[in-house]
């Protein structure tokens, strides 16, 4: 495909998923402007990107950081746009994460707050981020497991230790519920993730939990309707990803 056609195609599912949100937002009664669409370029290579951004879209989401961080020096001076950081870090990445990123999604564990914590300190930055919770249950996907709602109690010496870093900055919760062909089986999982966040914004009401990141390709538009405030698409804008 040539890369103007490219541009177009990438430029027309953009505004058909903008207003795909647009659409369930209003049908539950949400403003629409609440609702941030994050495209997911992990595994795409740098004319897709390139694409998008010529396309006008100006939130990326990336899952490994050094493949985003080497697409961002590629970009040279058409790095004019905003990166959210979507998959597992590991804590010896954290410094990539914190001087590249401007919101982490995915803060699963103490160790990797606590170097992203002594990284923002040294930048002497906040650094934005979300909790990661494992609304499924499911071994293969990383954050704290939420799945069971009597044992949410246990997560908040987690939370709490996360909220007393100086230099971190939490505003909310993000997930990945199992994968199901039928969107529609996924929504107990966008309300479950809800649920706890109106369970940690009464058990800290100081605190800012007012992001929800959830909802991708196949079931954004459920999320949306569950309350997601961000969701995160990629294969339905940007086309199949490389392996
Ligand atoms: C890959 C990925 C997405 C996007 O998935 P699509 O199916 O391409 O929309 C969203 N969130 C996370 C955490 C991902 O890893």
Known sequence: MENKDLTEVIRL???????????????AGRNPESVKLVVVTKK?????????IDAGIKIFGENYPKEAVSKMQSLGEKNTVEWHMIGHVQSRKARLVVENFSLLHSLDRLK??????QFAQEA?????LLLELNVGGEESKHGWD??????WEALLPDI???LSLENLEIR???TMPPFFQDAELARPYFRQLHRLRDFLSKK????????????????????????????????????????
């Open 44 to 52: 795409q290579p740098l004319a897709v990107l390139q694409s998008a």
């Open 160 to 162: 709490e230790e996360a």
């Open 146 to 151: 939420a799945s069971d709602e009597s044992h």
């Open 172 to 174: 909310g919760l993000m």
């Open 204 to 243: 800290y009401p100081q605190a800012n939990f007012e992001e929800l990141s959830m909802g991708t390709s196949g079931d954004f538009q459920i999320a949306v309707q569950e309350g997601a405030t961000i969701v995160r698409v990629g294969q339905a804008i940007v086309g199949q990803r490389n392996y």
């Open 13 to 27: 599912r953009y505004e058909e998923a903008q207003s795909q949100i647009a659409k369930s937002a209003q049908s």
């Open 112 to 117: 990797t707050a606590r170097r992203l914590n």
């Open 124 to 128: 002497q930055k906040k650094f934005p």
